[in-house]
């Protein structure tokens, strides 16, 4: 294998790894791997993400030609250690190795089109301490990662609604058709929220209402602040970890990790400008795990909308539900058996809770710059604190204007 490299140290190891995981496919041929740089920092938080192209030459002709994805979990370095990062490496690896494959032979058996909202996975390196997984590069078909200090429009919402509906049918259908299978083929997964929660003692999640309590005191929205508490008596961290113990027959093997990042859309262009997003992709699954459906959404919707968004709450529960009982159906699944709009309402009830604690943490990621997101990683805990509270108050209006319609719906739903 020929590598072409900035470095000579980091990415022709990055290099090596790609060649030691494609070698069984290409023993024969030969393999040049050029790195084209890695994602920023905070794009990927368990882990780095790199971009690499790979061509196959047999006899000196162009075979093939990859471009990939390299998302890299080091088990081994400081924040393995307070963190589950191989737990979270293990569980994205088998999602792409089980979870889609058993879920792509379902759709066969239904004379069903293959899965279109995850990326295709090309190969997975795991030792012992990394995990490597090649990923196809959406970002050469045209794909786009939405901005994340933005709220989705509708346009947007629409697709990634869609999606969930069409990811989490697959796991209610199977379980309706191949209980024994299903049930076997997810047993025993722990909970990579729960061991996060439990490596920091509960501090992170703790701190995520303190960023909400604290964005609202400056607001002067006092009585909402009250209200939210009222509603909210235990620390986050014992109200999270008692929802994610808790065994939900009407499950879904869930897409996990539903802040802005973990979506890329491509786009219908005019005259060279973007116009309306056509197509999504999900990314990202080292959270999956099984649990109510309404764990996806509320964390997803609570994180990417806005007031106006939630001003249509109805309209996007309802673009769930309809793909949802769409897909159900061309699998041969009766939906009105399984999960009806009054289950979903019932589960959004109980669980919506889930995006609201965790909106304080990821927002404030969201509108942290580069600079700032390397202040978390402080090790004197009085100055990151410190820190901490400077940036919030740097941010406090855009935070604001995310978290006080959230906490207003959250407070204020009812059901039609």
């Known amino acids: 294998m020929v590598c072409y490299c900035e470095s000579k140290n980091c990415e022709c190891e990055i290099g090596g790894w790609i060649r030691e995981v494609l070698k069984d496919k290409h023993a024969e041929d030969e393999l040049q791997v050029k790195i084209n740089g890695n994602a920023e920092k905070g794009t990927g938080y368990l882990g780095d993400i790199a971009f690499a192209q790979v061509s196959v030459y047999k006899n000196k002709h162009l075979q093939k030609q990859y471009d990939l994805v390299v998302k890299i979990g080091k088990t081994g370095d400081a924040i393995s250690q307070r963190f589950p990062v191989r737990l979270s490496c293990q569980r994205e690896a088998f999602v792409y190795q089980k979870i889609i494959p058993a879920f792509n032979a379902l759709l066969a058996e239904k004379n069903l089109e293959p899965l279109d909202v995850t990326a295709k996975c090309f190969s997975i390196l795991q030792k012992e301490e990394l995990e490597l997984l090649l990923l196809q590069n959406l970002a050469t078909l045209g794909y786009e990662i939405h901005d994340k200090k933005l709220p989705m429009n509708l346009n947007h919402l629409k697709l990634t609604l869609q999606a969930y509906g069409k990811w989490h049918a697959l796991s209610f259908a199977m379980r309706d058709q191949k209980r024994e299978y299903f049930d076997g083929l997810c047993a025993n997964l722990q909970c990579v929220w729960t061991e996060f929660i439990k490596a920091s003692s509960g501090e992170h999640i703790d701190n995520s209402l303190n960023i909400i309590s604290g964005v609202l005191m400056m607001k002067g929205e ?190 204020n739903f009812q059901r039609h």
Not at 274 to 296: E, G, M, N, Y
Not at 354 to 372: H, R
Request: charged share 25%; with cysteine.
């Open 222 to 411: 006092t009585e909402l602040l009250n209200r939210l508490k009222e509603k909210l008596p235990r620390k986050c961290s014992d109200i999270m970890l008692g929802i994610l113990s808790a065994e939900e027959p009407q499950s879904v093997m869930l897409h996990g990790d539903c802040w802005n990042n973990n979506y890329m859309f491509q786009y219908e262009s005019e005259d060279g400008e973007k116009k309306h997003p056509t197509k999504t992709v999900l990314i990202d699954f080292q959270i999956a795990r099984i649990a109510s459906p309404a764990l996806d959404l509320a964390y997803h919707l609570y994180l990417v909308c806005s007031a106006e968004q939630l001003n249509h709450f109805d309209e996007l529960l309802n673009i769930y539900f309809t793909s949802l009982s769409e897909n159900l159906r061309a699998l041969g699944t009766n939906p009105d058996k399984i999960f009806t709009y009054e289950d979903l309402l019932d589960h959004w009830e109980k669980y919506s809770v889930f995006g609201v604690i965790l909106a304080g943490i990821a927002q404030m990621v969201n509108f942290m710059s580069k600079e700032e997101s390397a202040l978390m990683d402080l090790q004197d805990r009085n100055e990151a604190k410190v820190q901490f509270r400077a940036i919030l108050d740097r941010h406090k209006d855009e935070l604001a204007s995310r978290f006080i319609p959230v906490v207003k719906h959250f407070l």
